[in-house]
């Protein structure tokens, strides 16, 4: 059994190893490394020494990794098949949390699963050049708490009506483990990953009965950390929004710069593109506009003719392209969609369930430029990474009242867009890739010399903490 398999190992050793999936048996095992401390403490030390930083380059920078027992985070990923109504997410183990690869010679490509983007941040702190084990020192303190995997028996199992609870043992763990460092600022200078929209942590706790989620948020004992999710809410100020993890984790420069020459090599065979599911029932809303529009777009003698003048050099071999991604069938299979929007010069990203869509990132990665139809989509969310005054030079945003109830067509838009324009924001796109990419752990110095996702996520963070205690 896998549960067994990560039982016996020590947490830091799962930590700081390689994991593999064995097909045969289904179970983790791990490449064994230098290190066999018991304590992942004593492993960021040892990563820490192999990224020296001087204490100026580190000013108002250091942070503590608060050592929590691994029933928060690491016992956790022993259930990883067992979790009610979820899918099994053993196999998106391997790699710290990044995937198995796409194929065996895959370099930069892995079968990524968003839920776990707290067990990919909790991999790449450790290599965080500023860490100190003296948490008086500290800048900030880092909570290595899967809150994600911890919610699903709130959110599908037995506890579900117990969800007002989630949060309340790491609480009391903080309260009776070295409670000064929290009193310190009463929590204020604490962040954490939660790798699940905050919707699904912000169930009020009068709901009786319970509904969908739990009430990690909204529990007044949180109410001073900053937690970074992958979508925030519009009004809270303890959460903010990070990237959604796609598939692309290069672990080199030549690796990263080789996929930037494709994407600018690629040709723009489609105008516009959509992956996704959904907008196949009668109600009007956006995505079935999308679908409508895409199924009436064959290119007629008229439609071509304009269509040339505008992008001229550009040959279109068709105007809209949908890549049907119903019932999941994409979500760990970037072959299905990269090489579509490679092949995009626009990728739409309407909203579902909610607002945000790990698409979003997958077409920026591509080179496709995005196209919103509500801001929650990117631009009041994603201030860290994608800048809130630069969204028309690297974005089109069309709003979906124009194009549900108003008739308005989006191919007419996005063939208004002058060619010249459109270079420069596919330009633009291109520069945005490694601010929205997750590097693999351990990756070289001439590629951490570009800041990521992650990187980008650390200094909001620490400049969120600064202006809180300020």
Known sequence: MLGQTLQWLPCSTIISGDWKLSSSSSSLTKQLQSSSSSSSQQILTIESRSNPATPEDCNNRWI??????????????????????????????????????????????????????ELVFHRRILEYPCLTNDPGAANAIFLP??????????????????????????????QSDEPGIWERHMGHDHFLVMARPAWDFSQPLDNDPPIW?????????????????????????????????TSF?????????????RVKRSRRTSLMLFAGGGGIGSAPNIRRSIRNECENSTINSNISSSFNIIQSNVVHSELCHIVDCSNGICEH?????????????????PPGDTPTRRSTFDAITAGCIPVFFEESSAKT?????????????????IPKEEVVFKGLKILDVLMGIPRSEVRRMRQSVIELIPRVMYRRHGSSLGLRSKKDAFDIAIDGALQTIRDKLG
């Open 333 to 349: 299979d970037p072959i299905r969609y990269m090489k579509p929007m490679l092949q995009a010069t626009f990728c739409l990203q």
């Open 249 to 261: 984790h290069p672990q080199n420069l030549s690796y990263f710069q080789a996929w930037i020459q």
């Open 213 to 245: 989620g739990t009430s990690f948020l909204e529990l007044p004992e949180f109410y001073n950390i900053t937690a970074l999710v992958p979508e925030g809410r519009p009004w809270p100020l303890q959460e903010h929004a990070v990237p959604y993890p």
């Open 381 to 397: 969310q994603y201030g860290w990474h994608l800048p809130v005054d630069k969204f028309a030079e690297f974005s089109v945003f």
């Open 145 to 174: 708490y899967y809150a994600a995997i911890d919610s699903l028996r709130y959110l599908y199992g037995p506890d579900v009506n117990s969800s007002s609870q989630h949060g309340m043992d790491l609480f009391e763990f903080l």
């Open 64 to 117: 503590h990794i608060r050592n929590l027992p691994s029933r928060f985070n690491l016992d956790l990923l022993t259930n990883c098949s067992e979790y009610p109504v979820f899918d099994d997410f053993c196999p998106y183990l391997a790699n710290h949390g990044l995937g198995q690869k796409t194929h065996a010679r895959s370099r930069s490509w892995y079968r990524t699963d968003p839920l776990l983007l």
